[in-house]
T-cell receptor, first 110, second 111 residues
Framework: DVKVTQSSRYLVKRTGEKVFLECVQDMDHENMFWYRQDPGLGLRLIYF???????EKGDIPEGYSVSREKKERFSLILESASTNQTSMYLC?????????FGSGTRLTVV | QKEVEQNSGPLSVPEGAIASLNCTYSDRGSQSFFWYRQYSGKSPELIMFIYSNGDKEDGRFTAQLNKASQYVSLLIRDSQPSDSATYLCALNLDSNYQLIWGAGTKLIIKP
């Protein structure tokens, strides 16, 4: 079975902090994705990566950056956390076809 | 126009009945279609995928695809309270591994 692991299930951070969300997949998938999900807004793509050191902006990249130094790891970085970044963050990976998700990180910025 | 449309619901179905969830899409280049189930506070999990026109059955679930009419459906037979969740429809376009997501339909199965 595909396993996508997100490092934290719940996080509370202060406004202005730099926040790192980590995601690791164990299926040698080329593609990895970061989404945020808010009530009534569905899944929104922040960034994705189709290869090591490659990244592409999604629909809402502002305030975020990413890093993919190794194939299995895709990190999301909030440069200066703000309260409007309080959300559920979901990492996913795929090769072709369906995406597989991690368990999510519920981030609260206070 | 949104690329993937789903009725947000909630759709309320009695236990034991058939739940029918629908999804329409706008891009005729869409190749693959996926249904995910998401319980409250959890991440989406894949339940079915379909590539060809027609029906695909897996246990109590049937996915139906009609590319000419640009819709994909999910039928859940013998609905159980544990089927209560939000169901997300997704697709990907030719040569593109990024999935395009619908906003989801909330399904409630009433005992």
């Amino acid at each position: 079975d595909v396993k996508v692991t997100q490092s934290s299930r719940y996080l509370v951070k202060r406004t202005g902090e730099k926040v790192f969300l980590e995601c690791v997949q164990d299926m040698d998938h080329e593609n990895m994705f970061w989404y945020r999900q808010d009530p009534g807004l569905g899944l929104r793509l922040i960034y994705f990566s189709y290869d090591v050191k490659m990244k592409e902006k999604g629909d809402i990249p502002e305030g975020y950056s990413v890093s993919r130094e190794k194939k299995e790891r895709f990190s999301l970085i909030l440069e200066s956390a703000s309260t409007n970044q309080t959300s559920m963050y979901l990492c996913a990976s795929n090769l072709q076809g369906p995406s597989f998700f991690g368990s999510g990180t519920r981030l609260t910025v206070v | 126009q949104k690329e993937v449309e789903q009725n947000s619901g909630p759709l309320s179905v009695p236990e034991g009945a058939i739940a029918s969830l629908n999804c329409t899409y706008s891009d005729r280049g869409s190749q693959s279609f996926f249904w995910y189930r998401q319980y409250s506070g959890k991440s989406p999990e894949l339940i079915m995928f379909i590539y060809s026109n027609g029906d695909k059955e897996d246990g109590r679930f049937t996915a139906q695809l009609n590319k000419a009419s640009q819709y994909v459906s999910l039928l859940i037979r013998d609905s159980q309270p544990s089927d209560s969740a939000t169901y997300l429809c997704a697709l990907n376009l030719d040569s593109n591994y990024q999935l395009i997501w619908g906003a989801g339909t909330k399904l409630i199965i009433k005992p």
